[in-house]
């Protein structure tokens, strides 16, 4: 429910859309600067979202409805995301939508609070075993039980404003037409029907969210440069920090071809001399400008990651009704490999060179202090 409102709001502003996930200074470096790819990326990861959250539905919650057309609601989904035929009219209107946006959100934060609340409680009377067990304790087992009886009083609440409570049938038909209309609103927003007829219209939009053979993602490297990228971040707001040791363990980690590139590029810099102030600000502006543009992607690669294993463990933890507020397009798996490679390369040999003008203005620095 909370991924299909999220889907609806950011869906709700076209123009949003393509502002701040469309425009992001690094994807349009990194990835495509064609408008209408973007697009079709943030529309395929769209559809493969709903997608899931639809055979969630069908796999586990209207296989035990009394109704029996919820029941054979994973055929009627096909056959709406490849026709938009809605015999059953279970789409709503953007106004109806936007009507029961309200109450499911209420839902969701109340069944948020409420599996919270229930951890805690079991966590409290574990903690009061614990202490019942000793023959001297540092806390009143009294106050915590008294912490324990208003959780549940909590809980109990909770129970009654939340999905916990509902009836099956009536939960499900909301996430059924939620998650039809909100198929149907992407397909309006996007003009998008299914570009082949080979293969099914969720088939044909999975094939989209493929990375092409020149991306990190096609490679399987995309968490691997996040995670260089991030390291080689903190290396450039604070060049004076990097010592012998951080720099071997960076170049080990470093794919073999980058590894060679910069080999070349710094066996041509390492001879010259470091005491050029103008030189050395240019670096630090070049590297500042790379860093705003590769940073970005590389933080929202490990956020977005961090988002899936959250909802693949899932099940009743607080952490299952996260927001991705990331869409893949914004991280580095469709990012050309030659791009971030060339950009990865510029950073490691303008750092170098910044490190040993910050190292060999320090040692003039002391030797001048001496001499005074």
């Known amino acids: 429910m909370a991924k299909l409102l999220h889907i609806w709001v950011s869906l709700s502003d076209k123009h949003h859309l393509r502002r701040h996930s469309i ?87 109340s069944t948020r609070e409420l599996y919270k ?42 129970k009654t404003s939340s999905l916990w409570t509902q009836d099956l049938d009536t939960v ?12 149907s609103r992407i397909k309006q927003v996007f003009q998008y029907f299914s570009h082949s007829q080979n293969t099914g219209f969720f088939e044909s939009n999975l094939e989209a969210l493929i990375p092409p053979p020149s991306t990190l993602g096609n490679a399987a490297l995309t968490l691997r440069y996040a995670n260089l990228v991030v390291i080689i971040e903190k290396m450039v707001r604070s060049p004076r920090t990097i010592g ?75 952490d299952y009704f996260i927001r991705s507020s990331v869409l893949l397009l914004q991280t580095l798996h469709f990012a050309v490999t030659e791009k971030v490679e060339t950009a990865m390369e510029e950073l490691l040999v303008g750092l170098n060179y910044v490190w040993r003008f910050e190292m060999e203005m320090a040692i003039n620095h002391y030797h001048h202090g001496r001499i005074d």
């Open 117 to 158: 609340e229930m951890i805690e409680t079991v966590e409290l009377e574990r903690s009061l075993d614990k202490l019942s067990q000793k023959c001297r304790c540092s806390t009143s087992p009294e106050n915590l039980r008294n912490k324990i009886l208003l959780k549940k009083l909590k809980v109990k609440r909770l």
């Open 23 to 109: 425009s992001f200074p690094g994807t349009r470096k990194f990835v495509s600067d064609d408008h209408d790819f973007l697009l079709s990326l943030a529309r395929a990861e769209f559809i493969e979202t709903v997608r899931l959250v639809g055979s969630y539905i069908s796999l586990v919650l209207t296989g035990r409805c009394t109704d029996a057309q919820l029941r054979d609601f994973s055929v009627y989904f096909t056959r709406f995301g490849e026709t938009g035929s809605d015999e059953r009219r279970w789409v709503m209107t953007a106004r109806e939508m936007d009507g029961k946006v309200d109450k499911m959100e209420r839902l969701v934060c």
């Open 244 to 318: 012998p040791d951080l720099r071997d363990a960076l170049y080990s980690l470093l794919p073999v071809s980058l590894q060679s590139k910069l080999r070349s590029r710094l066996r041509c810099v390492t001879s010259c001399t470091v005491t050029d102030v103008r030189l050395a600000n240019q670096w630090r502006m070049a590297l500042a400008t790379i860093v705003d543009w590769l940073s970005p992607l590389a933080h929202n690669t490990l956020r977005w990651q961090s988002e899936r294993s959250l909802e693949k463990r899932g099940g009743g933890s607080t």
């Open 172 to 183: 499900t038909l909301i996430l059924v037409r939620s998650t039809l209309t909100v198929l």
